[in-house]
């Protein structure tokens, strides 16, 4: 069972949009998260003196997926430093490093791993990282705080707006399943908590109809072109669960046309996802 925290994010130029700092209880990390435009400001910062790692995210392409890199630096800001001269998609950075400075380059070099791992894995992005680097050699008690530090990271993300690296194992906020059967495919999914997924052998309609939306072309093209949607018996599958933003994106997905899921996806009885919610 979750149990409950708290994270307190600090504005220290007193803007909303600007340089926030961030804390969670009972835990000996902290982050700094900062548009572009504030790494002068940023690098005041003793959070990017040690030892981190750091996301870079750029703002949704075409698909409608943000581009996003995850690397290391033992400190980081130099790395960040590298970053602004030689990559331009970048407008929001994203580092966490630990308080007692006991983070050290192997760690890191794990953490960013793993990191870039679960993004490649939930491909809820564009990821810029070339490859995935091997994770390093760990003592099984080093492994664990590393992936104690990691776990921390990972609840503190969606706080602040950072979801590419949840899959589909996020608690279900309705049990019950919900289909959608339309052109001779049939998908099912289900409300998660920070959207709707898709289960994996679910169809999808092979062609979008001529007034489908160009962002769920987009999509669509890019589901396809990272594998989570495969051609199988004129049309396409899906390869594992997949998280979409909302029920109406993953019934345009299916159905290959603009939809609202809060009445295409159903129950078996044909109670539609709007009612269901209705009723809640």
């Given at each position: 069972?979750?149990?409950?925290?708290?994270?307190?994010?600090?504005?220290?130029?007193?803007?909303?949009?600007?340089?926030?700092?961030?804390?969670?209880?009972?835990?000996?990390?902290?982050?700094?998260?900062?548009?572009?435009?504030?790494?002068?400001?940023?690098?005041?910062?003793?959070?990017?003196?040690?030892?981190?790692i750091?996301?870079?995210?750029?703002?949704p392409?075409?698909?409608?997926?943000?581009?996003?890199?995850?690397?290391?630096?033992?400190?980081?800001?130099?790395?960040?430093?590298?970053?602004?001269?030689?990559?331009?998609?970048?407008?929001?950075?994203?580092?966490?490093?630990?308080?007692d400075?006991?983070?050290?380059?192997?760690?890191?070099?794990?953490?960013?791993?793993?990191?870039?791992?679960?993004?490649?894995n939930?491909k809820?992005?564009?990821l810029?990282?070339?490859?995935?680097?091997?994770?390093?050699s760990?003592?099984?008690?080093?492994?664990?705080?590393?992936?104690?530090?990691?776990?921390?990271?990972?609840?503190?993300?969606?706080?602040?707006?950072?979801?590419?690296?949840?899959?589909?194992?996020?608690?279900?906020?309705?049990?019950?399943?919900?289909f959608?059967?339309?052109?001779?495919?049939?998908?099912t999914?289900?409300?998660?908590?920070?959207g709707?997924?898709?289960?994996?052998?679910?169809?999808?309609?092979e062609n979008?109809?001529?007034?489908?939306?160009?962002?769920?072309?987009?999509?669509?093209?890019a589901?396809?072109e990272n594998?989570?949607?495969?051609?199988?018996?004129?049309g396409?599958?899906?390869?594992?669960?997949?998280?979409?933003?909302?029920p109406?994106?993953?019934?345009?997905?299916?159905?290959?046309?603009?939809?609202?899921?809060?009445?295409?996806?159903?129950?078996?009885?044909?109670?539609?996802?709007?009612?269901?919610?209705?009723?809640?």
């Open positions: 069972m979750s149990k409950a925290f708290s994270i307190k994010i600090f504005l220290p130029e007193g803007n909303p949009d600007g340089l926030r700092t961030i804390e969670k209880s009972g835990w000996n990390g902290s982050g700094v998260v900062f548009p572009r435009t504030m790494l002068g400001e940023a690098r005041k910062r003793p959070e990017l003196g040690r030892a981190g750091y996301i870079l995210i750029g703002p392409e075409e698909s409608g997926l943000p581009k996003i890199y995850v690397g290391e630096g033992d400190p980081v800001q130099p790395r960040l430093d590298s970053h602004a001269a030689k990559k331009d998609f970048w407008t929001i950075c994203a580092a966490f490093t630990a308080k400075s006991n983070l050290n380059k192997a760690y890191v070099q794990y953490i960013e791993a793993r990191l870039i791992s679960l993004a490649s939930s809820r992005s564009v810029d990282n070339g490859n995935t680097p091997a994770l390093p760990l003592s099984e008690s080093d492994k664990a705080d590393a992936e104690g530090f990691l776990a921390e990271i990972l609840l503190c993300l969606p706080v602040i707006g950072i979801t590419a690296f949840s899959g589909a194992s996020a608690g279900k906020k309705n049990e019950r399943g919900l959608i059967s339309a052109k001779g495919i049939e998908a999914g289900a409300e998660v908590e920070d709707f997924v898709v289960f994996g052998k679910s169809k999808a309609v979008e109809v001529p007034s489908c939306h160009a962002y769920l072309k987009e999509l669509r093209k589901l396809v594998g989570v949607l495969k051609k199988a018996d004129g396409f599958v899906f390869t594992q669960d997949y998280v979409f933003q909302s109406s994106t993953a019934a345009g997905v299916v159905q290959g046309r603009s939809a609202n899921g809060r009445v295409d996806w159903k129950t078996k009885d044909g109670t539609t996802l709007k009612d269901l919610q209705s009723t809640e």
